[in-house]
């Protein structure tokens, strides 16, 4: 499958103006396709499993995987291409050093259910990150978004580019038309 808008989701993940110090990161959960871990794996860049200690190889298979990603890098053009519309994971733009963006993406895997229970919570899934921040108030807001500048995962369709942002305390989203240069959709 080839992505049709893959130069511009690059065009917006790494525009012309940036700071030196920003970096482009992605949250890949390896349960959703065996190529993910194996990209992953064979890949040069900074990367580090979410979940810590020492854990069993076929979850590290399953588990979601940080990633500093690089314009033109392989895994980026896999992710872009194959991966973007099959909610393969998200990506997020901070200037932080990537162990401690780590240490606090591993704060926001386990949430606890009403009843007292802990669970996974898989906000690196596209289609739950996109569901569950605009339901956040100001102080989850601060709590997931932490060091994080922005948000971004693909929309419903595969030619929307979602965009997430915190501006005093209220989630600012602006949703992005692949298909039309430039322009922003309404949600």
């Known amino acids: 499958m080839t992505n049709l808008y893959q130069d511009r989701i690059r065009e917006v993940l790494w525009p012309a103006r940036m700071s030196r110090w920003s970096k482009l990161c992605t949250v890949l959960d390896c349960a959703r ?8 794996e064979r890949t040069m860049l900074h990367k580090s499993c979410l979940y810590a200690g020492r854990i069993p190889w076929v ?6 995987h940080v990633v500093v990603l690089e314009p ?11 991966g973007w519309g099959d909610s393969w994971g998200i990506y997020f733009r901070s200037d ?3 162990m401690d963006v780590r240490r606090h ?4 895997l386990r949430v606890q259910d009403e009843a007292g229970r802990k669970l996974i ?15 956040c108030r100001a102080p989850e ?10 948000f971004y995962c693909e929309g419903t369709a595969p030619s929307l580019l979602l965009d997430f942002r915190v501006d005093g305390g209220q989630l ?13 959709a309404h949600p």
């Not at 979850?59 to 979601?64: C, D, E, V």
């Open 172 to 184: 600012i989203t602006r949703q992005l038309d692949l298909a039309s240069e430039g322009k922003a």
């Open 72 to 82: 033109d890098d392989p895994l980026t053009r896999l992710l872009l291409v194959e």
């Open 59 to 64: 979850l590290q298979r399953a588990a979601p």
């Open 96 to 98: 932080m050093p990537m």
């Open 33 to 40: 396709d065996e190529r993910i871990f194996r990209a992953v």
């Open 141 to 150: 807001l601060r709590t997931v978004f932490g060091p994080i500048e922005a």
């Open 105 to 108: 993406l591993r704060t926001i």
């Open 121 to 135: 919570f898989r906000w690196y899934d596209p289609r739950v990150l996109r569901a569950y921040l605009p339901t």
